[in-house]
């Protein structure tokens, strides 16, 4: 084994801007994109054993950074793009279907710098990375069949540079970054327990929105380890229901009204549990987590707690009442919550790791 010498690959008509950027899908195929000096996305390929001339994909498409591509199988392959709108766009290419359209991927609360890195650890999942311009790592990422919205870093990373993500397995991936410091920084990530969340909203919530909800049950959760996902959100308009109460709350015991609540569970995947925001109880409470058999469920009423999210999510994971009002799981009297936020105990976490309705992912 030894390295060849350099081959000229030639350019597209007029040249291209930045660097180009390859990706091999299986190992017979290889593909070169550039970003045209026309801004056009241009590509060279090798397959049937020999390169190919430069072409040109005349779709419309304007490019506003260098190509990023990748590939989810040995028939699939995918570009990434930042638009001339600041955002994410991609088209991909299937053996049965040829090349989509540009599809838009949006872009991170306040948009992002430079172009975006992307990353697939096996079939079914691809992770974009960007720069935000808070210079914090933000990822957008596609898993169980759709695209889901885009998500900061909360760790403190302040980049100074683009993101190139990669992987060294089908359960790894990892994103190095320049530093403010001007060393080369990585993260890494493998499996974690993760509760996979449905949000059916039917009436909002007003002490609180449902993101801080979702944000506060995440630091209680993350401070054991476990990730909580969001796999979908949805408003629900269930005529029926516009008055809705989830009556009665005795688990394995759930009203008429309940089971046609319950019901909605479009995208929501058997090991997943889905959250009904209604706009009340009854009996009066922050929520109830009765759900009937084979779908795991709970309500969370409009006038909740933050923490309540949090809460009813650990009781359909099998989480029992506590005693101290300071606890998460805590089962009467006023939530008394101070910093730090309210713990897990070692036992509550052996029982949400190992709930069925934990996936590895
Ligand atoms: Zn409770």
């Keep these: 084994m030894t390295w060849s010498g350099w081959f000229n690959h030639g350019a597209p008509a007029g040249g291209f801007a930045g660097g180009p950027s390859i990706v091999s899908r ?18 060279k390929a090798f397959w049937n054993g020999a390169w190919h001339d430069w072409g040109r994909h005349n779709d419309g498409g304007v490019l506003a950074s260098e190509p990023a591509p990748g590939s989810m199988g040995d028939n699939h392959e995918h570009v990434f793009v930042r638009g001339t709108d600041g955002n994410v766009w991609s088209k991909a ?15 991170p ?27 914090a790592l933000w990822q957008k990422a596609f898993w169980n ?25 089908q359960e790894h991936e990892h994103v190095f970054v320049r530093g403010t410091d001007g060393s080369a920084w990585s993260k890494a990530w493998s499996l974690v327990p993760t509760v996979v969340l449905h949000l059916k909203i039917l009436t909002a919530p007003t002490s609180f929105t449902v993101d801080q909800m979702v944000q506060a049950m995440r630091t209680v959760y993350a401070s054991r380890g476990i990730n909580v996902a969001l796999g979908s959100t ?4 269930l005529p029926l229901l516009t008055d809705l109460d989830v009556g009665g709350c005795t688990m394995g015991s759930t009203t008429t009204e309940q089971n046609q609540l319950y019901g909605n569970r479009a995208n929501v995947g058997n090991d997943h549990v889905a959250v009904y925001f209604v706009r009340s109880t009854n009996p009066p409470s922050n929520g109830c987590a009765a ?43 006023t939530w008394n919550v101070t910093n730090p936020p309210p713990d897990l105990d070692g036992a509550e976490t052996t029982t949400l790791v190992n709930s069925a309705l934990t996936v590895n992912v």
């Design 234 to 237: 949805e408003n629900l308009n």
């Design 26 to 43: 299986n190992n017979t195929v290889c593909n070169i994109y550039v970003r045209g000096a026309d801004n056009a996305l241009w590509q």
């Design 145 to 169: 069949g759709a695209w889901h919205d885009w998500g900061r870093h909360n760790d403190g990373g302040v980049l100074a540079s683009e993101p190139v993500a990669d992987t060294m397995g």
């Design 291 to 333: 759900f009937p058999a084979g779908r795991p469920s709970c309500a969370v009423s409009s006038t909740a707690s933050s923490w309540t999210l949090g809460h009813e999510v650990g009781h359909v994971l099998g989480l029992p009442h506590v005693t101290p009002t300071d606890r998460l799981m805590t089962g009467g009297g």
């Design 109 to 135: 609360a306040g948009g992002f710098a430079g172009g975006p890195s992307i990353v697939s650890r096996n079939n079914r999942v691809c992770n974009i990375y960007v720069r935000g311009a808070d210079n």
């Design 93 to 107: 290419w299937t053996g049965s279907g040829g090349w989509s359209g540009w599809f838009n991927h949006g872009a």
